[in-house]
């Protein structure tokens, strides 16, 4: 498949594939080991971006538009791990167009899946057998309930009429650097390698894609992003503070006619969480039946027994949720992280040869629980900035200032005290969030700072109870298997581990004893479960083929023992409505 991408990428692009000349990354920079040194296949374009997600494409597309306007032109490659555009992409989702107005002003004329208004919007207090009204503090006007996997799908389609080259089923696996160590393109990962590191048949050595500029596009927590954030130390001379993030777990079900409102908005705080985890809920009612249903649980927990996806279960008993699924179908689920560090967590995008876009860097706005139009807006604005710095010759720093100009900087410093106000538990975050709102409008003359990072606010087993779960009725919530299934989750079984342990020595000496196992709770998929050895010890067994690619494993181990790493492109998820 890799030469048929090179021969088909050349063809349409007219772009000589000189043999390729390899340029190692300092050890501080190896994205991941390479298993054989053969050499690879190199494709050079203008620029490079890694993910064909919303931040992604509006990069691509907006890249294409300057072109035009100014009668030149840049080579533009996308590059989506996926199987194919959207298959990992999953969001609630509310969509703000504000981004999309700016990118295709026509798209209300050009067929886009956003077809359902906010209709009405709802916020509910749960206790475990009522729900109370509040006065919702969303302003969805003018927004739209939408898939963001089918969007991505529609603005693919957008950038290839622009002459964008998007290529799903490709994982870039390493940054390439050049001599000076300028982030000079990335490659894809090797095909055909068994477990035990030996060729397969169908081994195919990994692509090179040269790009004069590198934009990484990869969603929360990417795997490149995070390596070139840590090793340029982005963060520290960007707003300074940790990341902090939040798994939301997802369902698409089909429903009852006479229970469908197309264009309903509900957000739902309280029960089933604890007054110390903070979270919520969504209902989102779309088109055809359909309504997304979902919990966010913020990943500095504090309980290790407590299991987001049984969390998701026993949320969907209650009794006003219930009885709107009841008579219904699932027809997809799915998990992801999301960042909420927010404006406190913002890092200088910008490195040696390229930036960072997107929930790559971390734009959402936690009150508001959208991000896909300030991912956008990031895209836009370093595209900008990439097209005078490879025309004009300026410099990508451009993106940076201009990205504290812009819409995105005073949206997040507004809405920047919100998700740290619950670290104090959640009747105080509610009445500093009230207060943060009404009376100083986000314009408060404090910042407030973030606790732990989200691995080590994870407390010990023998400070906490067991949580009991209720077991699946399989009419309304389901076991882990049934819902991996509507996932169309697929991996090659017979390849390296693409999680891997740094100290395989630490979930049998640390992370069972202290903590009870958390691997076996916090991951939605169970991938991680214990089983008993040949002589009855309890073992770490790793399932990599249930991977959703939510990237909670390398966030929330305690001792940051598990690295994230990407599988075989085509790997993962299959997403068509989250």
């Known amino acids: 498949m890799h030469r048929v991408l090179r ?17 190692r990354a300092p050890s501080w920079g190896a994205a991941t080991a390479r298993w054989f040194s053969a050499e690879r296949e190199a494709m050079s374009y203008d620029v490079v971006i890694v993910g064909a997600g919303p931040a992604g494409l509006a990069a691509a597309i907006r890249l294409k538009q300057l072109c035009r306007a100014a009668d030149t032109d840049l080579s533009v490659c996308v590059l989506e791990k996926g199987a194919e555009v959207g298959a990992h992409v999953l969001s609630g989702n509310v969509f703000e167009p504000r981004a999309l107005d700016e990118l295709i002003p026509k798209w209300r004329q050009e067929d886009a899946p956003i077809r359902v208004p906010v209709s009405s919007d709802k916020f509910w207090m749960l206790t475990k057998n009522k729900a109370w009204t509040l006065p919702s503090p969303f302003d969805n006007k003018g927004n739209y309930v939408i898939s963001l996997s089918q969007l991505v799908r529609w603005m693919s389609v957008k950038a290839e009429e622009l002459g964008v080259e998007v290529y799903p089923g490709f994982a870039a696996s390493e940054i390439l650097y050049d001599e000076n160590q300028i982030v000079a393109g990335v490659a894809t990962n090797d095909v055909g390698i068994a477990k035990d590191g030996s060729k397969r048949e169908t081994f195919q050595p990994g692509v090179e894609l040269r790009g004069r500029i590198t934009l990484l596009a990869e969603g929360c927590r990417g795997s490149l992003s995070e390596n070139i954030i840590t090793n340029h130390k982005l963060r520290e001379s960007g707003q300074g503070q940790h990341q902090t993030y939040a798994l939301g777990i997802k369902e698409v079900w089909e429903i009852e006619e006479g229970k469908h409102k197309p264009g309903s908005v509900v957000h739902t705080v309280g029960w089933p969480l604890d007054m110390k985890t903070y979270g919520g809920s969504f209902l989102y009612h779309l088109d055809d039946r359909q309504l997304a249903i979902g919990l966010v649980v913020a990943l500095n927990y504090r309980n290790p027994f407590l299991s987001p996806y049984d969390e998701f279960q026993k949320f969907k008993q209650h009794p006003a949720i219930r009885t709107l699924l009841e008579g219904g179908t699932v027809l997809q689920y799915g998990a992801r992280t999301l960042n909420e560090g927010g404006f406190q967590s913002i890092p200088n995008p910008v490195f040696p040869g390229g930036a960072i876009i997107g929930c ?17 807006k990031s895209g836009m604005l370093a595209a900008e900035a990439t097209f005078k710095a490879l025309v004009e010759g300026s410099s990508m720093d451009l993106y940076w200032e201009n990205l504290k100009k812009s819409w995105i900087w005073d949206e997040l410093y507004r809405a920047r005290n919100y998700r740290p106000a619950f670290e104090y538990g959640f009747i105080p975050g509610m009445a500093l969030s009230a207060v943060e709102r009404y009376i100083f409008k986000g314009k408060s003359p404090f910042t407030l700072k973030h606790g732990k990072p989200d691995h080590e606010a994870t407390e010990m087993a023998n ?11 399989g009419q309304v919530s389901f076991d882990v298997p049934s819902s991996l299934y509507r996932s169309n989750t697929n991996h090659e079984h017979d390849q390296p581990p693409h999680l891997r342990l740094r100290d395989p020595a630490v979930p049998e000496s640390v992370n069972l004893p202290q903590y009870a196992g958390p691997e076996s709770r916090y991951c939605p998929a169970r991938v991680y479960e214990y089983v008993s050895d040949e002589n009855g010890d309890p073992k770490l067994h790793i399932n990599a083929q249930n991977c959703l690619h939510c990237k909670a494993c390398d966030i929330k181990d305690p001792k940051q023992n598990i690295e994230w790493t990407v599988p075989e492109g085509g790997g993962g998820p299959g997403y068509t409505v989250m």
């Not at 790559?360 to 956008?376: D, E, Q």
């Open 7 to 23: 021969a088909a990428a050349a063809a349409a692009a007219g772009i000589a594939t000189a043999p390729a000349r390899r340029h």
């Open 360 to 376: 790559s860097a971390g734009f959402l706005n936690v009150p508001k629980i959208k991000g896909s139009h300030t991912a956008m």
């Open 463 to 473: 400070l906490h109870l067991p949580i009991s779960y209720p077991k699946p009725d």
